[in-house]
Nanobody
Framework: QVQLVESGGGLVQAGGSLRLSCAAS????????MSWYRQAPGKQRELVAT???????SYVDSVKGRFAITRDNAKNTVYLQMNSLKPEDTAVYYC????????WGQGTQVTVSG
């Protein structure tokens, strides 16, 4: 079992920045892939960014150059640094950990006002 606790969401003006945190209950080295997803009202959940255990990262096209997924191994925490935020980034953001199963955090709301 992996427990994930997200934090860092909030209300920000367009062009601003936020950093989301996802603290895992286990060593993140035991997790194959850490990801951030988001779900806007009336839309399907969307994969935003991933980081493999080896450190490789990938992003959905709409956030490339603006978002960055990083990790602090000592804290078993993964971050999503979000810069140049746009109103269309408004969503509930979820942390996901994949080992042999998927684990999800509770979600954190990000609202970008235009």
């Amino acid at each position: 079992q992996v427990q994930l606790v997200e934090s860092g969401g909030g209300l920000v003006q367009a062009g601003g920045s936020l950093r989301l945190s996802c603290a895992a209950s286990v060593s993140i080295f035991s997790i194959k892939i850490m990801s951030w997803y988001r779900q806007a009202p009336g839309k399907q959940r969307e994969l935003v960014a991933t980081m493999t255990r080896g450190g490789s990262t990938s992003y959905v096209d709409s956030v490339k150059g603006r978002f960055a997924i990083t990790r602090d191994n000592a804290k078993n925490t993964v971050y999503l640094q979000m810069n140049s935020l746009k109103p269309e980034d408004t969503a509930v953001y979820y942390c996901n950990a994949y080992t042999t199963a998927d684990y999800w955090g509770q979600g954190t709301q990000v609202t970008v006002s235009g």
